[in-house]
């Protein structure tokens, strides 16, 4: 079975530090990796996504996240953490194993940036 | 595209109010998924159909619960009769394959 664990459900970095939101899944197959942000009041917004390929991925904002097999991770970083940044952050696995496609997400980090 | 569109934004009813939320997701995605979003529960899947066909609903809460989609490009889901409990925001996501779900702005559910 596919499962997700965020590490911290609250983070809080100064405004120009790094960021570094974890995440480590579990699964029986190869697995599809996603962050997603969710802002107030908004929906779940991609930010990036591992399929296959290179392990290191970039997507918006700045965000990266690098897949890591031997530790079943998939850490969301960025260098230097902005005030817009302030949301909640889920992880996601994907399962294609069983009938249909469905997704696990983790229980979310919600991210404070100080000025 | 104009993305996943779900309708009402917000939804306000008194308890035993039948409860109806839309979703039309995006042209040539064949899956459709309804979420439930709360601060205790998190996000928690409800359903899930294939080519218009529910494959999973295991997560819908209990028979006050009912989701249809007649076609392709449309979607419900009906609490009846609604009860505070329900309030939450209810999403609804389309995909196409393993690559992402592509999430709608939700419905934000209170029930007085």
């Known amino acids: 079975a596919q499962s997700v664990t965020q590490l911290g459900s609250h983070v809080s970095v100064s405004e120009g530090a790094l960021v570094l939101l974890r995440c480590n899944y579990s699964s029986s197959v190869p697995p599809y990796l996603f962050w997603y942000v969710q802002y107030p009041n908004q929906g779940l917004q991609l930010l990036l996504k591992y399929t296959t390929g290179a392990t290191l991925v970039k997507g918006i904002n700045g965000f990266e996240a690098e897949f890591k097999k031997s530790e079943t991770s998939f850490h969301l970083t960025k260098p230097s953490a902005h005030m817009s940044d302030a949301a909640e952050y889920f992880c996601a696995v994907s399962d294609l194993s069983r009938t249909g496609n469905q997704f696990y997400f983790g229980t979310g980090t919600s991210l404070t940036v100080i000025p | 595209d104009a993305g996943v569109i779900q309708s009402p934004r917000h939804e306000v009813t008194e308890m035993g109010q039948e409860v109806t939320l839309r979703c039309k997701p995006i042209s040539g995605h064949d899956y459709l998924f309804w979420y439930r979003q709360t601060m205790m529960r998190g996000l928690e899947l409800l359903i899930y159909f294939n080519n218009n066909v529910p494959i999973d609903d295991s997560g819908m809460p209990e028979d006050r619960f009912s989701a249809k989609m007649p076609n392709a490009s449309f979607s419900t889901l009906k609490i009846q009769p609604s009860e505070p409990r329900d309030s939450a925001v209810y999403f609804c996501?389309?995909?196409?394959?393993?690559?992402?779900?592509?999430f709608g702005s939700g419905t934000r559910l209170t029930v007085v």
């Open positions: 996501a389309s995909s196409s394959d393993r690559a992402g779900y592509t």
